[in-house]
């Protein structure tokens, strides 16, 4: 009987069918390479087998299996299933998201990776040599080195310490130094010993060094975990109840620095003893990297870090490695971390679950990690975390119902303070002549004494939606992009306009091309404004910036962050980027350049955004046990979402925003779906999205909204117009994704509307 196979390929495309030749045995999930038009190779994923003969004259043949086993289990294949349906997407659409790079090529030839390209990442590993095996000779080499070569000394001592402690694990006995991994090793990374000392203890014969693999699966774990106060201990009982009582996820609302953390530390151990796989995922890696040292202080090298930053080896040696673990990994990783091999899944936290990080925005699929992450642990039969100290109204809603479990933290660990928020009136400054450039005199002041008591300060300021732009004073003239419907933006270090849509780069002219006025000035304020002002008000601090601009590389990044963790640097001024996962000891005031453009964004999220984003702000202040101080300047200090920030009323502003919600229609009480249509001639995509429009209202009536140009209407001389689909929470999803997809298929195979794309966004953020 001939056999066939329906591929799955990295196109937008939908499966196509190859035949499997007589002397192959393939299975479904396992990759192929196929060649696919002229001379073209692909890396495809073996979807179905079947024996039905496609209608068409010649059906082409695999060409060869690569890897020696399947890359996508049963889950996984329904993972990407269930993504492609909920996200209106294709199958291949997925694969080119799922996958990392290296293991997906397509080429002129049929070279393609295999399983055993790949070398795994090895590591060094330190053990008593046999010369140091008993007590007595351990005790005679020791006190050779203690007077002729201290540190070696202590090097010897840390190794024999580490071995002995880890060993104390097996079966409690502390019987011969077996090690954490049963081998009496330990890690390099987690000695303080410097290299050269451990060279010459191995040199002398009394350490021995030994390179592999991390080995994550040998032995039993024994993590040393912090004790939990009452207040933590009480939360994680809450979180074991709701699971226990056949919920799938649960929210850990807790604010900065209540020990969220910690918690999460308590499951992992849990699960990770129990031979389960745990992924946490954090909105942006770079941000995180205390977070991942942290974990990797208690789990060591089963901590396995995942995110863009890696190099496409390293990705698809992680995916690879995973594929052939057994259970008992421990994934750190950024939203695509949802496409990890994980075979025993039995604990999924999302750490800040609100961020909009966890969304992606281009390309399809545009999935939002965090409600993946609750899919994948329904489908494993496992848990999901959300954690955060500003949920996002969605999770909220759904723990207020019951639908979530729910536990809460309301203190600060140990004696550290929740910051003093106060707000700042611009207008009255400005009465007042109390205004120097962005700054009011109260953030000033503030700024001289926290500089006078040689403390630390951030500055915060909104870039996005406030970027300076170079405008005529006579004629009214802005510099514009000629591919988009934006300004550009005005980089005074590089005296460069930029287009942050598109990339489109040009010099800064010296007079206004259309008037030929000279002076043309800089309108608006970015973060490098607020740098060069703070400076000249301040000669003597040392002012740092962190944004895109300055953070070119992770180097660049660390570069930063190491300076002012250090102390080196007394002033940062930042974007959002600043307000995420940092703990600075000395930073005891935090400054708000501007909160109104976030209150005033037309987005219905703009007050949530607002909370979240104010909230986090702040709790970069005073991680420390006098409380930290907080200014937001604003030109309405009445407005009642800055109220709720400065009384840290999450549920006052959740109450609040979802009777709006409810009243208008917005999630969560109702789903919505973006479509974006895109083409070079206006007329042709106004007639199309019209047409859309009148075929959708057909079915869904009421629900249809647009077709409207959206903020940024065309982009790289592309027109856009945008149709919004609004279905009340309690229908059929089911059933409007099934009506909806219909009629795109039908768009996309209309000779009049084909040439328009259309992207699709479900649940946009
Ligand atoms: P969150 O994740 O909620 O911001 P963390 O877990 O980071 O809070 O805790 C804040 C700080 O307090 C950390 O330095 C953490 O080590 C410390 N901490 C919290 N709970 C405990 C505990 N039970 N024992 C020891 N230290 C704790
Ligand atoms: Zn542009
Ligand atoms: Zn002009």
């Known amino acids: 009987m001939p056999l066939f196979a329906d591929i799955v390929l990295p196109l937008a495309q ?33 979807w179905r087998l079947h024996d039905r003969r496609p209608a068409v004259k ?79 000779a351990l005790d005679a080499c020791f006190e050779r080195l203690e007077r002729r070569a201290p540190k070696q000394y202590a090097a010897l001592l840390e190794v024999a310490a580490a071995v002995r402690e880890n060993g104390a694990g097996d079966n409690g006995t502390g019987a011969n130094s077996a090690g954490a991994n049963g081998t009496g090793e330990v890690a390099r990374r987690l000695l303080a010993a410097d290299r050269p000392t451990l060279h010459a203890l191995c040199r002398k014969g009394l350490l021995e060094e030994r390179e592999h693999e991390p080995d994550i699966e040998r032995g039993e774990p024994r993590f040393r975990l912090p004790c939990l106060t009452p207040h933590q201990q009480q939360a994680l009982d809450a979180l074991r109840r709701a699971w226990s009582e056949g919920r799938t996820a649960a929210l850990l609302h807790g604010i900065t620095g209540s020990g969220k953390t910690e918690i ?81 899944l039995g604990l999924v936290i999302v750490d800040e679950e609100h961020d909009a990080s966890y969304k992606q925005a281009e390309p399809a699929p545009r999935y939002a990690a965090r409600d993946v992450a609750v899919w994948l642990a329904r489908q494993a039969g496992g848990r999901a975390l959300l954690g955060s100290a500003t949920p996002s109204l969605e999770t909220w809603l759904h723990a207020a119902t019951g639908k979530y479990g729910r536990a809460e933290l309301t203190e600060r660990y140990g004696a550290a303070q929740p910051p003093t928020i106060v707000l700042s009136d611009i207008r009255r400054a400005a009465r007042r002549n109390e205004r120097y450039g962005h700054f009011d005199k109260e953030l000033l002041d503030r700024i001289d004494a926290a500089l006078a008591r040689g403390e630390q300060v951030m500055l915060f300021q909104n870039r996005r939606g406030f970027a300076p732009y170079l405008e005529c004073p006579q004629c009214g003239w802005t510099a514009r ?71 070119t590389s992770e180097r660049a990044f660390s570069a930063i962050i190491g300076d002012f963790a250090a102390h080196r640097t007394d002033i940062l001024v930042g974007t959002q980027m600043i307000t995420k996962g940092f703990d600075f000891e000395g930073v005891s005031l935090v400054g708000v350049l501007n909160a109104d453009n976030l209150l005033n964004n037309p987005d219905f999220r703009a007050a949530e955004r607002a909370y979240q984003l104010l909230t986090q ?90 077709p409207i140009a959206p903020p940024v209407d065309r982009i790289r001389g592309e ?47």
């Open 14 to 46: 939908p499966t196509y069918t190859f035949a499997v030749p007589e002397e192959m045995t393939v299975a479904e999930g396992e990759v192929v390479s196929v060649q696919f038009g002229p001379r073209k190779y692909y890396t495809g994923i073996v």
């Open 481 to 551: 992009c000629p591919q988009c419907n934006v300004t550009l933006t005005y980089h005074k270090g590089r005296e460069q306009l930029v287009c942050h849509y598109c990339g489109h780069t040009e010099a800064a002219p010296h007079r206004c091309p259309s008037c030929k006025v000279v002076e043309l000035q800089p309108m608006g304020f970015g973060t490098e404004k607020i740098e060069e002002q703070i400076a000249e008000r301040f000669p003597a601090a040392r002012v740092a910036r962190l944004d895109r601009d300055t953070v």
């Open 264 to 344: 999460y530390i308590h499951l992992i151990a849990e699960r990770l003893a129990a031979g389960e796989d745990v992924l946490l995922l954090v909105p942006e890696i770079a941000l995180t990297a205390q977070l991942i040292e942290r974990m990797e202080r208690i789990f060591g090298s089963r901590v396995t870090a995942y995110h863009s930053r890696l190099t496409d080896r390293r990705r698809a040696e992680t995916y690879l490695r995973l594929n052939r673990s057994a259970g008992g990994a421990f994934v750190v990783g950024v939203r695509s971390s949802v496409f990890l091999p994980l075979k025993r």
């Open 58 to 136: 010649r059906v082409k043949c695999i060409e060869r299996r690569l890897y020696d086993r399947p890359l996508l289990d049963e889950r996984g294949r329904a993972l990407w299933e269930w993504m492609a349906d909920y996200y209106l997407c294709t199958l291949g659409e997925v694969m080119r998201c799922a996958l990392p790079a290296l293991m997906k090529p397509s080429a002129d030839s049929s070279e393609a990776l295999a399983d055993g390209d790949f070398r795994p990442r090895t590591e060094s590993y330190y053990a008593l040599a046999p010369a140091c095996a008993d007590e007595a």
């Open 719 to 765: 027109y856009m117009l945008s149709l919004m689909l609004k279905v009340e929470a309690g229908a059929s999803a089911r059933r409007a994704r099934d009506l909806l997809a219909d009629e795109l298929r039908r768009f996309a195979a209309e000779p009049a509307t084909k040439s328009i794309t259309v992207s699709v966004n479900v649940d946009p953020q």
């Open 617 to 706: 702000v702040a709790g970069r202040a005073g991680r420390r046990a006098t409380a930290g101080e907080v200014v937001i300047q604003t030109a309405d200090p009445t407005h009642p979402v800055l109220r709720q920030v400065v009384a840290g009323d999450f549920a006052a502003m959740a109450a609040a925003q979802l009777a709006e919600r409810c009243d208008f229609g917005y999630p969560p009480y109702a789903r919505l779906t973006v479509l974006t249509l895109r083409h070079r001639e206006p007329a042709v995509l106004r007639q199309g999205a019209v047409q859309l429009a009148e075929r959708l209202r057909a079915r869904f009536g009421r629900r249809v909204l647009g």
